[in-house]
């Protein structure tokens, strides 16, 4: 049976080796509010000027660089007007130094925006167009994701905030305004779903893997706690293990978190690099003889995201996340992290993370 000192050793040799292999994140330099009021005022006065011109198709330099991003199709011309009236919201509050969250925006004009998803094109085409975060420009979002465990901060009011708590504390919207994390923790466990999530809670986890924070998205994560997740690595430099199911949407979500969304990473810079997926892995699943009820076939959708995500080169580039994948793909079968619950109510907790870790089985 492997030991708690054992293991406490191996996550520290873990940390270092994550911190000699990458290094520290890179820091990119942001746009001060002056700055990005200036940028926000010349992309307005550029949609007027195009727009009074009566200009079509459209085309607006993406601010540093040579490209254009072009409006061609006659439906697309509200959606220049979409994009104009958000960056005059952008404008006024930056002018009035307020933050407003993608929902709050949304439902004060729910005729002018018809659905959240055009909101959420809308931002993201902004950004890009910009090319700031968009926490830059004081639209945030609103935060799904739980954090419990041996961990303390401020808040952005100077409170401090305990995350020891029984069934975890939301994480707050205004991450970047964090301060002074304190933790007594020797890594970070990123949990896929809230019931896993609540089971380790209430398994006492760190009684079998050492104090750790636990932390999950509930699903596919939100900006703020993929961004927080980077900070607790920026902050403290533990180490983060990902415990995701067994199929191709936990293998997707791990990708998140770890490479970086494809519509948001080159601008928002929300990835943890220095993530290690350390379960449900598709190569545990014939070890373990997980039992058939547990087991559910794959769905064309899950065939399909599996050709998808094996193209990608974050993927291309791991050969041993690749081979997950392509081991999936024979499976022919997807187990949820619960399904280890059918071998024991406690195989989880008890003897599953602490063999993987002690094993070093992280990829």
């Known amino acids: ?36 009021m200036a940028r926000v005022e010349e992309y307005i006065k550029l949609v007027v000027a195009a727009i009074s011109r009566g200009d079509w198709p459209l085309q607006l330099p993406i601010h540093g660089s040579d490209q254009m991003m072009t409006w061609k199709a006659a439906n697309q011309r509200r959606k220049c007007l979409l994009l104009f009236h958000l960056l005059a919201k952008s404008h006024a509050l930056l002018r009035t130094n307020t933050t407003s969250t993608k929902r709050d925006i949304y439902y004060e004009d729910v005729s002018i925006w018809g ?6 094109s809308t931002v993201t085409q902004m950004t890009r167009l910009l090319n700031i975060p968009r926490r830059c420009l004081n639209i945030g979002a609103t935060s799904k994701g739980l954090v419990a465990g041996s961990l303390n901060f401020l ?128 190569s545990d699943i014939e070890p373990l003889h997980i039992p058939d009820e547990a087991k559910l076939p794959l769905t064309q959708r899950d065939r399909s995201l599996i050709d998808s995500l094996v193209q990608r080169p974050s993927f291309t580039e791991n050969q041993l996340l690749h081979e997950q994948l392509v081991l999936l793909r024979r499976l022919n079968c997807k187990v949820e992290i619960q399904g280890l619950t059918k071998i024991h109510p406690q195989f989880l907790s008890r003897t599953y993370l602490p063999a993987k870790i002690q094993s070093k089985s992280w990829i």
């Open 1 to 36: 049976m492997t030991s708690l000192r054992e293991i406490i050793v191996i996550l520290s040799d873990l940390k270092q080796s994550l911190i000699a292999f990458h290094g520290a994140n890179p820091v990119y330099p942001q746009p001060n509010k002056s700055e990005t």
């Open 115 to 120: 659905n959240q998803p055009v909101l959420d």
């Open 155 to 282: 808040d952005g009011d100077g409170k401090l905030v305990d995350c020891q708590s029984p069934t975890g504390i939301l994480i707050p919207n205004d991450v970047e305004k964090l301060s002074q994390f304190r933790s007594k923790a020797f890594h970070i466990l990123l949990v896929e779903k809230d019931s896993t999530f609540q089971k380790l809670i209430d398994d006492k986890i760190e009684s079998f893997i050492g104090e750790c924070i636990l932390i999950t998205g509930k699903g596919y994560p939100d900006v703020n706690t993929r961004r927080f997740l980077r900070r607790l690595w920026d902050e403290l430099q533990l180490p983060a293990l990902a415990l995701v199911d067994a199929d191709p949407h936990g293998i997707s979500i791990l990708a998140v978190y770890r490479f970086g969304s494809q519509n948001l990473e080159d601008i928002e810079h929300l990835s943890t690099p220095q993530l290690r997926f350390i379960g449900l892995q598709p």
